[in-house]
């Protein structure tokens, strides 16, 4: 069975073969655990910030401010708000796009 990606998906490049709005979902699967998974999903992100485009990284910084109201006792509550800081400043550089 074949799938169909939506129209903004479909051109989205891979980062390291995995289509990047892969890791939106992997993003979010990854907050909701107690575990490094939110670790390797950031290493991805940060590795490839420039392959993203602007709305891509608004995405993620919603998924990441939703997961501190959602889960306000995580043990990595810190990394994420550094990681949100970072996006927003990435995302600024890419206003023009």
Same mark, same amino acid.
């Given at each position: 069975?074949?799938?169909?990606?939506?129209?903004?998906?479909?051109? !989205? *490049?891979?980062?390291?073969?995995?289509?990047?709005? +892969?890791?939106? &979902?992997?993003?979010? &699967? /990854?907050?909701?655990?107690?575990?490094? !998974? $939110? /670790?390797?999903?950031?290493? /991805?992100?940060?590795?490839?910030?420039?392959? $993203?485009?602007?709305? #891509? +990284? #608004?995405? $993620?910084?919603?998924?990441?401010?939703? /997961?501190? +109201?959602? &889960? *306000?006792?995580? $043990?990595?509550?810190? #990394?994420? #708000?550094?990681?949100?800081?970072?996006?927003?400043?990435?995302?600024?550089?890419?206003?023009?796009?």
């Amino acid at each position: 069975m074949k799938y169909k990606l939506c129209d903004k998906c479909k051109d !989205s *490049p891979t980062v390291k073969g995995v289509r990047q709005f +892969i890791l939106a &979902y992997a993003l979010r &699967y /990854s907050l909701g655990r107690q575990t490094g !998974s $939110f /670790s390797d999903v950031r290493s /991805s992100i940060t590795q490839n910030i420039d392959k $993203f485009q602007k709305w #891509e +990284i #608004e995405i $993620f910084i919603k998924e990441l401010k939703e /997961s501190l +109201i959602d &889960y *306000p006792n995580m $043990f990595y509550k810190n #990394e994420i #708000e550094y990681f949100i800081e970072y996006l927003e400043i990435k995302k600024e550089f890419k206003e023009g796009e």
